[in-house]
């Protein structure tokens, strides 16, 4: 199976459990052979360890219509009290499915059983040992309470209706290999590193005069861009606090300017100047040197073949 192409982390809102809820899911998909698979991240809002749970998902499709629905089972332990967890298992996922909603049906502590909406428990229900855990004198535990036998008729019916639910929909056990959470943490590293990156290389770049600056080294600046609508541009020693050190490859690509006026000891790139149509002379006043990378002709690429280039001494 390759690499996920898409990562998608998304914000559940639709709980109606008050023991267990699940926060977040993150949707994994691989375009390239049309799987999808999620991740699911839940809280367990009960003051008990949750030793196992089983829930439903129902997969919706861009439109919102139904695609299946699957029972999901964990059945080993997930989480100690009042804490979030990540299942260690995924789901896969019909590669259609754009949405998800979830409901959760049974959930397994160390001293209680929720089984759809009710408590279960051979000693007492989970409010009486809600409230033995947070009064300062908790009440003695009743008398195991004892209870009634339902007729047997009533009991296969019940069990049928819950066969009838179970064939209607996908049972699934989730597993994944260990590694998974791994790449998880790879590819989160990944991104952060990339965007800051991008951000570091954003931030050395701005506009002053309609020259496109980029910070070389300290206060020294290259001009790699202009968007100005001069005849005559003046490329200056200093653009603000900056010293102008290099006019790179490209900076005036399609520009109509007729003259260039350069007062900066400055390095020309090749190809620094690119289809100025209107440019006839580059200028430079005697004193001022240009280094330029090559010959004097390459800085000009696609411009007229007569432009004057006046008072410009060559270095290397």
Known sequence: ?????????????????EVVNLKEYILFENEREEIKYIVFKFINEVNQQLLGMEFEVSQYNLDGALIETSIVIYDKFLARENEEFVPNAKLKVNYGCKTISVKLLRATFERFLWNEGEYEDNSYKFERYYLDEHAQNPAPAPAPVRKEKKPEKEKKKRIGKKFELKKQTKKNIARFPAFFLAFIFMAVSAFVGVSLYFFEKDSKR?????????????????????????????????????????????????????????????????HAFVNCKNLKEIYSPAEVTIRIDNAEVDICKGCSPFISLTNIKYSN
């Open 1 to 17: 199976m390759g690499l996920y192409n898409n990562i998608e982390k998304i914000k559940y809102s639709k709980n109606t459990s």
């Open 206 to 270: 701005f506009t002053i005069d309609d020259f496109k600056l980029c910070i070389a080294y300290n206060k020294n600046v290259s001009i790699y861009g202009y968007v100005g609508n001069d005849k005559v541009v003046e490329i200056p020693q200093k653009l603000g606090e900056y010293n102008v050190i290099t006019i790179e490859s490209g900076a005036f690509t399609d520009c109509k300017m007729e003259r260039v006026e350069i007062n900066a000891d400055v390095k020309i790139e090749k």
